[in-house]
Each structure stands twice: as structure tokens, then as C-alpha cells.
């Protein structure tokens, strides 16, 4: 079992549309959580962080976080063809500031 | 603010031969992390510093690969030799501090290394 599952899609969505993408992790002890979005050969971009359970949101971002589960999500509102990238999960491992990614989910908008 | 700084953006090389990879984290950031990313996946660690130290270094082939961060600022990747499956993009990133849970990490653009 990955430590960071996440399904490479590519998950497609029409513009306008609410995107979401999910993310499994099997390290109970995770304190951090991270989205990246990484365009075609760029690097990665932080989007957003979460630390407690719940939502957080930002603009037309939200994540959201379930411990309990070993769970994590972002949701993309009002989706746009800028939106098309790879999103990328990340965990921290305990208070090691250790990061494990997972593969990633394609994502396209289409117009 | 300036962000992590990465050089060369790209280098092709033969096998057997050596290859630096040079990174500038963020003013004031006092870990910074070399990841090696290949295609379709995510990034994997190969070591972490925290000021000048390096406190993980599990996932760094030490038989081809070394790093150093001097002065607690800049470091340097190297690989000597060079083998096929090492080609993938390197990426630097950086982050205030680590060891405690609230660690957002930056990336710099990355280094596209191809061995032919």
C-alpha cells in the first residue's frame, strides 16, 4: 500500500463546474497536509495547507480534512481551463517535516 | 520576495559522467530539501538540511550522490557518475523551519537532468 494514494485520473470537468479531487494517507500520525498544483513542466505550487479536521477555504478553493478517515480533498469552485494541471497530495510524516507526495490527479477543464 | 533559485534549468549529459545541481532557498529559510520528481510521479526526498546539517539523508544513493549547504544558505547536488536512471527533474524547495507540523514547503523551478 502507497503511503499517499491518489487516483492519476485524468478527471475531466466542464468550466464551471466544481472539481474534486481526493487523497488517502496511511500514516495516523499525520499532522499536515498539503496541495500542490504543478503545470506541465513546471515545478510544483503550494495551494493550499490544512492541519485540523474540517474545511478550509480560499477563493475558489476549499480542502478539506478527516483524520479519522485518513482522508483529504480539494474542491475547485467555478472551474476554469487555467485550472488544468496536476494536483498534487502531500503529507507530512509526524513532526519531521518530511513530505510524501502522492502521484497526483490530472485534472482538465474543458471550455 | 525572491523565490528558491535553481541552476541549470537544464543539463544533458552522457552516462559515467558527473553532474551539479546549485540551489538558493528563500531569504530567512532555514531548512531546505533536494527532491528528485520522475515522470507521472510525485517527488521523493533525498536529504534534508536544517541550517548547515543533514538531518535526513535515508533516501540519497551515497554510493553516486553527495550534497553539501556550507554555510547554511546555498547547496549543491552532484552525482558521479551519472547512470540512465537518474535521469528526472531535480527540485530544491525550502521552508522556514522543520520539525514541527506547520511546514510549508516552496519548490524552485527544478533542474531537468537527461543522461544519455
Given at each position: 500500500q502507497k503511503e499517499v494514494e491518489q487516483n492519476s485520473g485524468p478527471l475531466s470537468v466542464p468550466e464551471g463546474a466544481i472539481a474534486s479531487l481526493n487523497c488517502t494517507y496511511?500514516?495516523?500520525?499525520?499532522?499536515s497536509f498539503f496541495w500542490y498544483r504543478q503545470y506541465s513542466g513546471k515545478s510544483p505550487e503550494l495551494i493550499m495547507s490544512i492541519y485540523s479536521n474540517g474545511d478550509k477555504e480560499d477563493g475558489r478553493f476549499t480542502a478539506q480534512l478527516n483524520k479519522a478517515s485518513q482522508y483529504v480533498s480539494l474542491l475547485i469552485r467555478d472551474?476554469?481551463?487555467?485550472?488544468s494541471a496536476t494536483y498534487l497530495c502531500a503529507v507530512g510524516s509526524g513532526n519531521t517535516g518530511k513530505l510524501i507526495f502522492g502521484q497526483g490527479t490530472t485534472l482538465q477543464v474543458k471550455p | 520576495e525572491a523565490g528558491v533559485v535553481q541552476s541549470p534549468r537544464y543539463k544533458i549529459i552522457e552516462k559515467k559522467q558527473p553532474v551539479a545541481f546549485w540551489c538558493n532557498p528563500i531569504s530567512g529559510h532555514n531548512t531546505l530539501y533536494w527532491y528528485r520528481q520522475n515522470l507521472g510521479q510525485g517527488p521523493e526526498l533525498l536529504i534534508r538540511y536544517e541550517n548547515e546539517e543533514a538531518v535526513d539523508d535515508s533516501q540519497l544513493p551515497k554510493d553516486r550522490f553527495s550534497a553539501e549547504r556550507l554555510k547554511g544558505v546555498d547547496s549543491t547536488l552532484k552525482i558521479q557518475p551519472a547512470e540512465l536512471g537518474d535521469s528526472a527533474v531535480y527540485l530544491c524547495a525550502s521552508s522556514f523551519q522543520a520539525g514541527i507540523s506547520y511546514n510549508e514547503q516552496f519548490f524552485g523551478p527544478g533542474t531537468r537532468l537527461t543522461v544519455l
Open positions: 496511511s500514516d495516523r500520525v499525520s499532522q472551474s476554469q481551463p487555467s485550472d | -
